[in-house]
C-alpha cells in the first residue's frame, strides 16, 4: 500500500531499490537491506524460502510505519519484504527511512526492523545448499 506517506509492499519477485526522492525539508535518508546470508544456523544454504500471511503482515506493517512516523518525526518511508524463495546473495528487505536529521532516521530504520521481525507474521525457512554429486 503505498500513500503520501509510506509506500509498504510485498513482493513476490525480486526487490527494486527505488530512486531516493530528495526533500529540502529532509537532511537524512537511510537505506537497509536486508540481504540473504549464505550460512543460517551453522549450516550452508541455497536461500531462505518466506512464507507470509499476507493480509495480516500488510496490516502489521502499516501500523508499524504509522507509529515510527509518529516516534521518530519520519517524512516518508518505503518497507519492501520479498516473499517466496530468496536466493542467497539477494536482498529479502529494503527499508528507506526519510526525516529531518539522521539521528532519527537511523533510529527509526532499526526499529522499523525490530518491531517488524517481532509483529509481523512473516517466517523464513532455510532451503539446503544443493550439493553437486557429478563425479
Known sequence: MANAFSDIAIIDAPLRIPQAELSASAG???????????????EKIAGLDYEVHREMAQHQLEKICETARAKFACEKIILHHRVGFVPVGEPSLFVRVTAKHRGPAFAANQWIIEELKKLAPIWKNPIGAIVDVRS
Open 28 to 42: 537524512a535518508v537511510v537505506d537497509f537491506l536486508g540481504v540473504v546470508r549464505e550460512v543460517e544456523q551453522g
